[in-house]
């Protein structure tokens, strides 16, 4: 509560709210959004993270763990779904080296997933901000 204080003079678009597709992940971002709602910040929407897992060899995107749950938690709060970001050993690596993903592995499930949604954060951003 403290920090959503001190961030008022800043007049913070809203919260961006990340969950992970597990039961108990998504029961947390429940009260999350309860507590975004009585303080009166504006959700953005939901991004569901580790929804898959990527082949290190071939790309391809593998679900690991049950999935749409923050898809599902989206739809019942009336909140946008931004999109889904599998697990990636690139990503990891080339953050944990201090590398540029973007430029390593742009045909990467997870950097087409990013950029989906930083898209949708975008179109979402009053025009009048700098």
């Known amino acids: 509560m403290a920090t959503i204080e001190a961030l008022r003079p800043y007049q913070p678009l809203g919260a961006l709210v990340v969950t992970t597709p597990q039961a108990v992940s998504v029961g947390d971002v429940r009260r999350e959004l309860t507590f975004c709602r009585k303080t009166g910040l504006r959700v953005m929407g939901i991004v569901e993270n580790m929804s898959g897992f990527t082949c290190p060899h071939c790309t391809e995107c593998t679900s690991v763990f ?12 009336g909140v946008p779904f931004l999109g889904s970001v599998p697990l990636d050993p690139a990503l990891m690596r080339t953050l944990e080296e201090g590398h540029d993903f973007i430029q390593e ?4 499930p997870a950097f087409a997933a990013l950029t989906s949604i930083a898209q949708k954060i975008l179109d979402a951003t009053p025009a009048c901000l700098p």
């Open 66 to 77: 049950s999935r749409g749950g923050g898809e599902e938690l989206a739809q019942l709060a």
């Open 105 to 108: 592995f742009p045909g990467s």
